[in-house]
């Protein structure tokens, strides 16, 4: 503090002490008059009096006021927001390609923190169950969700989530019962991570949940946007061939995944890796990618990391006979084969474990060519 503001407290001090004393000195002559006289005394208590109740009055209408006035300020404020959001917010149209609402807009849902916990989990599921993870370390594989939904899952044909708030729970063939979104999530739990499940009541699922809703907001009930999950790509005459596969892979592929498919460190720090595409720390043969019109979809979309659906750098053969090099490779085993389509006429064309309804081989099932299998079920 310098001189010149001592020097104004000072004055102030001073003024407020003088104020002080003439207030004092006034009440002080009034009361000395007062005390001469009963009947002013009287009048002067209920003046005073009136004069409280009209000060309670004031104080009470300015709060009411201010009251009111902070709740329209607000609510003001809510509705702009809101109308900033909606203009930016993605219009469902089931012509176009789904776009995911800008991340940034999850900043002012009721649910931000939620939804920003689970997009985390899903982009970086090796920081919290990988194997020095912060939830539960070394329950998964070496995977994070987003190795195989793209962009955290917002990716268009890039496995996104842009259906699941629209159709879940459904009925689904797999396990013969109706999926709830949890029980969907802890499918790539136990067969994409090869790893253990959540407790359903979690923070981490009721966030992955979250974020996953969020995705989904502006999705119509049942509606499944153009974009959705993955592309199929057309069949082949023939069936998708491992050794054609190999050239694909060595020339496009195993700069980033590794000659031995095992993934490599990526540069510059070599903390993060890129993911391995088979082995123990792969997916397992129960997961969805271990289907080839899945693996051929993803890969057509998405790979070489870079590739997108609008600019694919495969061509359809290369992509079917690439997954068939991949699904041809050592992985671990199929968890729930004994369980799995109860309903043996419901395995979709690409299972490739038997037994099925029709006399198809399982090489069959697994490499093509699909059309036959698809044109038996077709005229049952
Ligand atoms: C190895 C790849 C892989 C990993 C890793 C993976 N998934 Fe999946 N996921 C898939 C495939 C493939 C599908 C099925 C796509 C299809 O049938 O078209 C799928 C489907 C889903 C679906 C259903 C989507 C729908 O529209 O029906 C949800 C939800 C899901 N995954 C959540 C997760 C979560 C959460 C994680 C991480 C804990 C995860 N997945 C990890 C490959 C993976
Ligand atoms: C430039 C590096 C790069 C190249 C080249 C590349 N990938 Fe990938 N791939 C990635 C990255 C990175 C991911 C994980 C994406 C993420 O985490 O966001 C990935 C994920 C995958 C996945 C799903 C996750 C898993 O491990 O199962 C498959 C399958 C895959 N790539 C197949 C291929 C195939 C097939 C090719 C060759 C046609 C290929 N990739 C070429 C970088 C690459």
Redesign the pocket.
């Known amino acids: 503090m310098d001189s010149l503001q001592v020097y104004s407290v000072v004055w102030l001090a001073l003024a407020a002490v003088v104020a002080g004393l003439i207030v004092m000195n006034s009440n002080l002559d009034g009361f000395t008059a007062v005390l001469r006289s009963n009947e002013s005394l009287k009048r002067q208590i209920s003046q005073l009096n009136r004069l409280r109740e009209s000060l309670w009055f004031g104080i009470l209408l300015l709060v009411t006021v201010s009251v009111v006035a902070a709740g329209q300020l607000l609510s003001e404020r809510n509705r702009a927001s809101e109308a900033i959001r909606a203009s930016v917010w993605p219009v469902y149209n089931p012509e176009t390609v789904w776009k995911a609402p800008h991340i940034s807009l999850a900043e002012t849902d009721d649910d931000a923190d939620l939804i920003a916990y689970g997009r985390d989990l899903i982009a970086r599921t090796q920081d919290y169950f990988g194997s020095s993870g912060l939830v539960r370390p070394g329950t998964i594989n070496d995977?994070?969700c987003?190795?195989?939904h793209?962009?955290a899952g917002s990716r268009p044909f890039g496995n996104n989530y842009f259906a699941v708030m629209s159709t879940y729970p459904q009925q689904r063939a797999r396990s013969g019962s109706l999926e709830t979104i949890p029980k969907r999530i802890n499918d790539c739990f136990k067969r994409s991570l090869n790893g253990q499940p959540l407790d359903t009541t979690s923070r981490e699922m009721r966030a992955i949940v979250a974020y996953m809703r969020w995705l989904g907001t502006g999705v119509p009930k049942d509606a499944k946007p153009r974009g959705t999950g993955l592309p199929e790509v057309p069949f082949l005459e023939r069936p998708a061939s491992p050794e054609l596969g190999r050239e694909?892979?060595v020339n496009?592929?195993a700069?980033?995944?590794g000659a031995d498919g095992q993934?490599l460190p990526?540069p510059p720090d070599g903390t993060r890796h890129?993911?391995?595409?088979w082995g123990e720390k792969?997916?397992n043969q129960g997961a969805g990618?271990f289907r080839m019109s899945r693996?051929a979809g993803?890969?057509k979309a998405?790979?070489?990391?870079?590739a997108t659906y609008e600019n694919p750098q495969?061509t359809d053969e290369?992509a079917w006979d690439?997954?068939a090099y991949?699904n041809a490779q050592p992985r671990p085993e199929h968890p729930f084969l004994a369980t799995d389509w109860p309903d043996i006429s419901k395995k979709p064309y690409d299972h490739p474990f038997g037994p099925y309804r029709d006399s198809f081989p399982e090489a069959q099932h697994k490499y093509g060519p699909f059309r036959p299998i698809v044109a038996f079920y077709k005229k049952k």
């Open positions: 995977l994070n987003q190795s195989c793209l962009d694909v892979y496009k592929c700069s980033c995944h993934g990526i890129y993911p391995p595409l792969s997916y990618l693996l993803y890969v998405n790979m070489p990391f870079g495969l290369e690439v997954a991949i």
